[in-house]
């Protein structure tokens, strides 16, 4: 069984920083180092988003193209520690955030289903 628990969220005025953690833990010892590991974030009314994933090699996406260039993700594998730092926020950006792990698989997809361990979510406001 993996454990992922997000923290680091909160409000935000626009232009500002928040920085997420998502530290993934089990009794197993997991370690995501070479697995796909995701953020995606569900604004208010509206449905879910992958906004930035990291693959078992290293690459890292971001989506939509509003985010590139402000979102960066990067892991910690020696904490097993999954960050999301936002920059140059934006009231859009405004969401719950999850992060969500698919243990035993490099590549990372945009659906669901293909990730069995979630986090609760973290709130993000931006004003």
């Known amino acids: 069984h993996v454990q992922l628990v997000e923290s680091g969220g909160g409000s935000a005025q626009a232009g500002g920083s928040l920085r997420l953690s998502c530290t993934v833990s089990?009794?197993?010892?997991?370690?995501?180092?070479?697995?796909?590991v995701a953020w995606i974030r569900r604004p208010p009314g509206k449905k879910r988003e992958y906004v930035a994933w990291?693959?078992?090699?290293?690459?890292?996406?971001y989506e939509p193209k509003s985010v590139r260039g402000r979102f960066s993700i990067t892991k910690d594998n020696a904490k097993n520690t999954l960050i999301l730092q936002m920059n140059d926020l934006k009231p859009e950006d405004t969401a719950i955030y999850y992060c969500?792990?698919?243990?035993?698989?490099?590549?990372?997809?945009?659906?669901?289903?293909?990730?069995?361990?979630w986090g609760q979510g973290t709130q993000v406001t931006v004003s």
């Open positions: 089990t009794l197993s010892g997991y370690s995501f180092r070479y697995n796909c």
């Open positions: 969500a792990a698919r243990p035993e698989y490099e590549y990372c997809y945009r659906s669901d289903s293909d990730y069995p361990n």
């Open positions: 990291v693959e078992g090699d290293g690459s890292t996406y």
